[in-house]
């Protein structure tokens, strides 16, 4: 008797998907959804949090506008509404992606955390496995992306230091950190705009910059950079667009060697490419390391009690700490078959733009380091293969004979 209800009850958890299982409702989830519902195809969106786009609803500053003009941040078959700016505040992203899921019909099923993902050779089907049901389907699309889960790196005497330490996952404005002096540690798009905010609160920021990096204005002749950059790579080779966009940032923005930030060998669209690692595009952080309001440090030997040691000798006094440090993929923590991921990054093996379609039915959408465009191009990919098997292939009768009845845990 108590093995039948055991059964009873696994049975009763269990979902059969009529289409895709997608993982994630970011701009990636979304993306890959409305492109299979142009085909005709249904899919179901788990989200672990209680909001679509959690990252940018949760996780992002209050200044936060995107970095590239809105045509290269729109989602496939859906425009940006006219009358927004150029670049749009992270209120009107938002606004933009709920339309966008409203326009398509998405409803998510939030609260689903995913714990355990697996392909079954036994019946060739994906089970995703959360804390309310097993879900199965032929198909997984994973679309939790690059920025899963905030980076905190290893840094000695971190855990010993008195006062505040937050992650820019969690900063929200340079309010709450009026007249002090604040280490941002990361100086990236992030680090510089976090900066930017304290200055406007009278603290006093200091950036660590460890390694080298590019900095661009974000327009330039009056045009994106971005946008200049893309429409060049059409007509010349991609070392050759560097050195032209390096010329004019140095020509608007002077040499940035001597204010501590030292520029890669390597030009910024090739080493975005290569390694993911994006341009700083300057909203007016560099003026402000310019005048000395921002003050650029060499790498951290250790934090102390109150403060922090650097690798030129200096030691000062902090009253907190940003981590600036990005974000990472949590994929190897779940997917729990293959090796189309790696297992150190939780990054598709096959680069871009081929690494969207793994075998056994698993997809990947928003992984290509190259933001909203590689995730729109993805998805596009994504929807027509999977319509093509759709066609030929009756997922009800051969899965398991039923639409999604959904029962909850007993």
């Not at 032209?244 to 940035?256: E, K, S």
């Not at 907190?320 to 990472?328: N, R």
């Amino acid at each position: 008797m108590g093995s039948c209800k055991e059964e009873e009850e696994k049975q009763s958890r269990c979902v059969c998907v009529h289409g895709p299982i997608i993982v994630g409702a970011g701009p990636s989830g979304l993306a890959a959804s409305a492109c299979l519902s142009e085909h005709g195809v249904p899919s179901l969106i788990l989200e672990r949090s209680d909001c679509i786009a959690s990252l940018w609803q949760q996780r992002t500053y209050d200044r936060l506008k995107l970095h590239l003009p809105k045509q290269f941040c729109e989602l496939p078959l859906y425009r940006f509404p006219e009358d927004f700016p150029k670049y749009p505040t992270k209120q009107q992203f938002i606004s933009y992606m709920e339309s966008y899921a409203s326009h398509f019909s998405i409803h998510p099923r939030f609260k689903q955390q995913v714990q355990r993902a697996y392909f079954d050779p036994s019946c060739k089907l994906w089970k995703v496995q959360t804390q309310d049901f097993e879900y199965i389907s032929r198909w997984l699309i994973v679309a939790t992306g690059e920025n899963a889960e905030p980076l905190i790196p290893e840094i000695l005497g971190l855990e010993r230091f008195r006062g505040r330490v937050v992650h820019t996952s969690v900063y929200k404005s340079g309010s709450d950190f009026r007249n002090q002096r604040v280490l941002v540690v990361g100086c990236g798009n992030s680090g510089m705009e976090v900066s930017l905010d304290l200055c406007r609160y009278n603290a006093s920021p200091h950036i660590v910059v460890r390694n080298t990096v590019h900095v661009l204005p974000r327009e330039m002749f009056g045009l994106s950079t971005f946008g200049v950059a893309m429409a060049l790579l059409k007509w010349l080779p991609l070392r050759l667009v560097d050195k032209f966009l390096l010329l004019v940032a140095n020509f608007t923005l002077g040499n940035t060697d001597h204010l501590g930030l030292r520029r890669p060998k390597t030009g910024p669209i090739e080493l975005k490419n290569a390694t993911g690692k994006t341009p700083v595009l300057d909203v007016g952080a560099l003026s402000q390391i310019k005048s000395g309001k921002i003050k650029v440090m060499e790498g951290v030997r250790e934090i102390t009690r109150n403060g922090a040691k650097f690798l030129d000798g200096q030691e000062k006094e902090f009253h907190s700490i940003i981590l600036a440090t990005g974000y990472k993929s949590n994929v190897p923590s779940w997917l729990k078959s293959g090796d189309f991921f790696t297992q150190d990054g939780g990054m598709p093996k096959t680069p871009f733009p081929n690494g969207w379609k793994g075998g056994d039915g698993l997809y990947t959408v928003g992984f290509t380091r190259r933001g909203l465009l590689g995730t729109a191009s993805d998805a596009v990919n994504i929807a027509r293969d999977i319509a093509e098997q759709w066609r030929t292939f009756n997922a009800t009768n051969n899965i398991c004979n039923t639409h999604v009845i959904l029962r909850r845990k007993p």
